[in-house]
C-alpha cells in the first residue's frame, strides 16, 4: 500500500483542484510522493483541456479591481462551465489574480492580454489552460475593459445570492461624484444600454431600424401621409431605448440619465457592461 496520509490527501487536493478520488489515485501511482502527483495529475488535466475545447462554457463571474483614488479601473469576466466551480474559491482566486494583471498591464485588447505574461515564463493563456486542467471544466477568458482616464468606479451585481457577482459595470467619468457614479452604473446593469448616445450607433444600425420600421408601418395598413411621421417615431423610441442617456433614469424615471448627469456637473465618458455568458 502506498505511504499517504489524508494530510497528503488534502495538500494534494489544495494544490492542484484536483477530486479527492484522482489525489488518491495518484498519490498511490507516485508512491506518496506529493511532487510526483502534482505533475501527473498537472499532466492529466493538461490532457483534458483539449476534450473539453468543445463544451460550453456559460457560467462564471465578473470580477472588478478600482484603484484607492478612482483614477482607474478594470472588470473582467472569465467563464466556467458550471455554477459550482464559478462559486469556488480557485476559480474566484484565478479570476482575481487575471483583473490585477489587466490593470497592472493595460493590455489593448484580448489577444495582447492573452499574449501577455502574467508570470515568469508563463502567458495569460498558459495560465488560463492551467486552471482549466486544475479546475477541470473548460474555463475561458474572452473580454473586460479598462479604464485609466478619470474618475473611474464599478457596480457588481449579484443574480443569485450564492453565486459571484454575474454582472459588472465600469464607469468613467470626468469627474468625482460617488453618489452619481454609482446610481448610473446601477441603471447601466439593470437597463443594459447598447450605446452612451446616439451618436454613438453605428449609421448601419440606425439604417436598420429606420427600414424595419418603415416596413412595419406598411405592412399595419398606416396611411401613405402618416408614414414618415410614424416611422421617425420609431426610430426615436428605437434610440430611447437602445442609448444611455436618452433613458428614463432607474432611480428618478421622471428624468433622464442625461438630466441626471448635468443637475450634477458630471459628464459620463464612457461605459462597459459585461454579462456572464452573454
Known amino acids: 500500500m502506498a505511504n499517504y496520509t489524508a494530510a497528503d490527501v488534502k495538500k494534494l487536493r489544495e494544490l ?21 502527483a502534482v505533475e501527473a495529475l498537472r499532466i492529466k488535466g493538461q490532457k483534458g483541456v483539449a476534450k473539453r475545447e ?11 479591481l478600482i484603484a484607492d483614488d478612482n483614477t ?24 482575481d489574480a487575471l483583473a490585477a494583471h489587466v490593470a497592472a498591464t493595460k493590455p489593448a485588447d484580448i489577444e495582447a492580454l492573452l499574449a501577455s505574461e502574467i508570470e515568469a515564463g508563463k502567458t495569460v493563456q498558459a495560465f488560463v489552460d492551467e486552471a482549466n486542467a486544475n479546475l477541470g471544466e473548460k474555463i475561458v477568458l474572452d473580454r473586460f475593459a479598462a479604464y485609466a482616464d478619470g474618475y473611474v468606479s464599478a457596480y457588481m451585481h449579484r443574480t443569485m445570492p450564492d453565486l459571484p457577482p454575474q454582472i459588472g459595470v465600469l464607469v468613467e467619468f470626468d469627474k468625482e461624484n460617488a453618489e452619481v457614479a454609482k446610481g448610473v452604473a446601477q441603471h447601466i446593469a439593470a437597463f443594459a444600454p447598447k450605446y452612451l448616445t446616439r451618436e454613438d450607433v453605428p449609421a448601419e444600425v440606425v439604417e436598420s431600424e429606420r427600414r424595419i420600421a418603415e416596413e412595419t408601418t406598411r405592412a399595419e395598413g398606416k396611411p401613405e401621409a402618416a408614414i414618415a411621421k410614424i416611422v421617425e417615431g420609431r426610430v426615436n423610441g428605437f434610440f430611447k431605448d437602445a442609448t444611455l442617456l436618452g433613458q428614463p ?3 428618478d424615471n421622471k428624468k433622464s440619465v442625461q438630466q441626471i448627469l448635468d443637475e450634477a456637473g458630471v459628464t459620463l465618458k464612457r461605459f462597459s457592461r459585461i454579462k456572464v455568458g452573454i
Open 72 to 95: 482607474s479601473g478594470v472588470i473582467v469576466e472569465l467563464k466556467c462551465e458550471t455554477d459550482f466551480v464559478a462559486k469556488g474559491d480557485k476559480f474566484l482566486a484565478v479570476a
Open 249 to 251: 433614469y432607474a432611480l
Open 16 to 36: 492542484t483542484g484536483a477530486g479527492m478520488m484522482d489525489c488518491k489515485k495518484a498519490l498511490e501511482e507516485a508512491d506518496g510522493d506529493v511532487d510526483k
Open 54 to 64: 468543445g463544451r460550453s462554457a456559460e457560467n462564471g463571474a465578473v470580477v472588478s
